[in-house]
């Protein structure tokens, strides 16, 4: 059985930093794609980003290019989520999301909601003005 647990939420100003978690167990798909999704109160669940491990590729939504950076470290089985210069628009639920197959080769299907089949519970990210 898979799980993801998202860990590393909070509250912080804006232009400030922080660095989600998400530890995974049951996961034994070492080239499948994961990635990160927010949601905010009315909205719909998008992309932020996603890591190809099997070609070291990442996909970044256009709104955290340049701020936010994936990674993910086999080792402790967890994907990291570096969010920096943060805006009150960031703030969302934040989720984590695993997929059983590589990233797609372009980033509008590497972070579609369908692409993905596991996911993680979410954790809260607000940030203040």
């Known amino acids: 059985q898979v799980q993801l647990l998202e860990s590393g939420g909070g509250s912080v100003q804006a232009g400030g930093s922080l660095t989600l978690s998400c530890q995974y167990s049951?996961?034994?798909?070492?080239?499948?794609?994961m990635a990160w999704f927010r949601q905010a109160p009315g909205k719909e669940r998008e992309g932020v980003t996603a890591?190809?491990?099997?070609?070291?590729?990442?996909f970044y939504a256009d709104s955290v290019k340049g701020r936010f950076t994936i990674s993910r470290d086999n080792g402790k089985n967890t994907v990291y989520l570096q969010m920096n210069s943060l805006k009150p628009e960031d703030t969302s639920v934040y989720y984590c999301?695993?997929?059983?197959?590589?990233?797609?080769?372009?980033?509008?299907?590497?972070?579609?909601?369908?692409?993905?089949?596991?996911w993680g519970q979410g954790t809260q990210v607000t940030v203040s003005s």
């Open positions: 890591i190809s491990p099997g070609s070291g590729r990442t």
């Open positions: 049951g996961y034994t798909y070492t080239g499948g794609s």
């Open positions: 999301a695993a997929s059983s197959a590589p990233s797609p080769p372009n980033t509008r299907l590497a972070l579609a909601r369908g692409s993905f089949r596991y």
